[in-house]
C-alpha cells in the first residue's frame, strides 16, 4: 500500500521549480550588489545552525561572498561609505543582505557577529573549491587571494546547488605547485613564514613611515600573489582593509 501525500504538499516538479527560482532571485539579488553567490551545502543537526522566523530548519545554508571590486565600487556609493559611522561596510552588507535574505523567507548570518563566531572558513570548504594558503587565507584556483565572504544565508528549501566547477586548467591547490611561494619572501618585516603570521610584527610596521605602502595600498605579501590577478581589488578598497586591520590590532 503506498502512502497518499500530505493534502498541502506541492507536487515535486512544483518544489524543483521553486527551489530554482528562489536560487535564481537571490544571484540576481546579489549581483546587482556586486557580491555572489558562493555555492552552498545542505546543513546537518552538528552545524547547530538557528531556526527560520516561521520555526524550520534551514535546508540549505549559501555563501555569500565577492570577488575583485565589483562590491567595493558598489558600496562606495552608498552612504554607509561616506557617513563618518563605524564599520560601513558592514553595516551596508546586513542592510541588503538582510532585505535579500528576508525576501526568501530565510535568516542571514555574518562573520563579524560577535557572538556566536560562525566558522565561515570552514562552511566556504564544504561550499566550494577552496584551499589553505601559506598566508592563512583560502586562495581561490580562480580567484586567487581577492575575494571574501561577507554572509552566509539559511533558507527552508533544499536547492541541490551543483558541486563546484573547478575552473578550466584546475590542477588542485594553486599553491602546491607554486615553486617560488613570493608571498612568503615579500613582506618587509617577515610576518609571514610556514610557521604563520606574526600579527603584532606587522602591526608595528603599519605604524611606522616605511610600513606606508602596506597601509595605504594593501599587504605586500597578498599583492605578491600570482593567482588570479585579473580580480585584484582597487588600491582604495586594500587601503581601506588594512586601515580597518590596524585599527582592529591597534585597539
Avoid at 89 to 96: D, F, G
Avoid at 189 to 197: D, E, H, I, P
Avoid at 198 to 210: E, F, G
Wanted: hydrophobic share 45%; aromatic share 8%.
Amino acid at each position: 500500500m503506498h502512502a497518499k501525500p500530505a493534502p498541502n504538499a506541492p507536487p515535486a516538479a512544483n518544489h524543483a521549480a521553486l527551489s530554482q527560482t528562489t536560487s535564481h532571485s537571490i544571484t540576481q539579488a546579489l549581483n546587482a550588489l556586486g557580491l555572489l553567490l558562493r555555492g552552498g551545502f545542505k546543513p546537518t543537526p552538528d552545524d547547530a545552525l538557528p531556526m527560520l522566523a516561521n520555526g524550520q530548519a534551514a535546508g540549505t545554508l549559501l555563501m555569500v561572498g565577492n570577488a575583485g571590486p565589483a562590491m567595493w565600487r558598489a558600496f562606495s556609493a552608498s552612504p554607509q561609505a561616506t557617513d563618518g559611522q563605524p564599520h560601513p561596510l558592514n553595516r551596508w552588507t546586513r542592510q541588503h543582505v538582510d532585505t535579500i535574505a528576508q525576501a526568501a523567507d530565510g535568516v542571514a548570518l555574518y562573520p563579524f557577529d560577535a557572538t556566536p563566531i560562525w566558522p565561515f572558513q570552514r562552511w566556504a570548504a564544504r561550499a566550494e573549491l577552496v584551499f589553505s594558503s601559506p598566508l592563512g587565507l583560502l586562495i581561490h584556483p580562480q580567484y586567487g587571494l581577492w575575494h571574501a565572504y561577507r554572509a552566509a544565508i539559511l533558507v527552508a528549501a533544499d536547492l541541490h546547488l551543483p558541486a563546484p566547477a573547478p575552473p578550466s586548467g584546475f590542477m588542485g591547490n594553486p599553491c602546491a605547485s607554486c615553486a617560488d611561494q613570493p608571498c612568503l619572501t615579500t613582506c618587509p618585516v617577515t610576518a609571514f613564514s610556514t610557521k604563520g603570521y606574526d600579527v603584532p610584527t606587522c602591526a608595528s610596521h603599519l605604524a611606522l613611515p616605511a610600513g606606508q605602502d602596506c597601509l595605504g595600498g594593501g599587504c605586500l605579501a597578498r599583492r605578491a600573489c600570482p593567482v588570479g590577478l585579473e580580480f585584484a581589488q582597487l588600491p582604495s578598497q586594500n587601503a581601506f582593509h588594512m586601515q580597518a586591520f590596524f585599527r582592529a590590532v591597534d585597539a
